[in-house]
């Protein structure tokens, strides 16, 4: 036991020296646009990066960007192989009781996109609509439980780029997504606009590191929170989105 709580707490002051100190290995899947996605350079870009490196610059941190598959990006920080995780993680219980979260960096929650010319309000205005949903997603459980699983006013696609895409063409009313997703598509497509329903659920994304490492977890909830206030998080939000920050 002595020599557990000595190994321990080496590890903790190792942990925040290393975190001053060497370059930190970040882990984010860059298949997520606008949040991470390599650029035509093959440089990985999007909000995720922004944001850490804005916070990176204010604890004075330095940073190496690894692009990692999502369904590994786990079992790298637990082995080690990563410092911490920036990839849209959604904070919840499960991933709690394995993992350490920041403050939530980002309000996540699910958005339509209709066009310009549409009456569309609410979710409950779509229930008589052609709705282009990601197979398998929340958006496609959203759908299912208003008008059933089986109807055929719910068109299912491999990816958002395709709802958008089948929304733009006609070949739908309605595209339901992730909000960041959803804003960022519709932002580059002047025929669409977005609409905000308060019935769907809020969620946020945090930046994960492994259970325990409270030195570096500071260095990043100290930076997100500096950010924040000094309005670099917003220009960084806006410069995504096209809008200003709200929070929910």
């Given amino acids: ?15 925040g020296a290393q975190a001053q100190g060497r370059e930190l290995v970040v882990a984010s899947s860059a298949t997520y646009t606008p949040f991470a996605f390599e650029n035509k350079d093959k440089q990985i870009v999007g909000f995720d990066i922004d944001i850490v490196n804005a916070i990176a610059k204010q604890q004075s941190l330095k ?14 920080l637990n082995n080690g192989d990563v410092d911490f995780v920036i ?15 920041s403050a939530p960096y980002f309000d996540a929650r699910q958005l339509i996109a209709v066009p310009k010319s549409s009456a569309v309000k609410s979710l409950k205005d779509l229930a008589d609509k052609k709705v282009s949903v990601v197979s398998g997603s929340t958006a496609d459980d959203v759908m299912s439980r208003l008008v059933g699983k089986t109807s055929t ?11 958008i895409s089948e929304l733009a063409s006609g070949g739908v009313d309605a ?3 992730d ?8 932002s580059q497509n002047a025929s669409l606009r977005t609409v905000e329903d308060p019935e769907f659920p809020k ?15 500071d260095k ?29």
Avoid: C
């Fill in 153 to 163: 006013s719910i068109r299912r696609f491999e990816s958002t780029p395709l709802i």
């Fill in 87 to 101: 990839s849209g993680v959604t904070i919840n219980d499960k991933r709690k009781q394995s993992f350490d979260f």
């Fill in 63 to 76: 940073l190496r960007i690894v692009n990692t598959p999502f369904t590994s990006i786990f079992a790298s």
């Fill in 175 to 177: 595209a339901i997504g």
């Fill in 203 to 217: 969620e946020h994304f945090g930046i994960v590191v492994r259970k325990g490492d409270k030195a570096l977890l």
């Fill in 220 to 248: 990043i909830n100290a930076g997100l929170a500096a950010i924040r206030a000094d309005g670099s998080y917003n220009v960084i939000y806006k410069k995504w989105f096209n809008q200003d920050y709200k929070p929910q």
């Fill in 179 to 186: 909000n960041g997703v959803i804003a960022y598509r519709v």
């Fill in 1 to 15: 036991m002595v020599l557990a709580a000595s190994i321990a707490a080496a590890f903790a002051l190792s942990s």
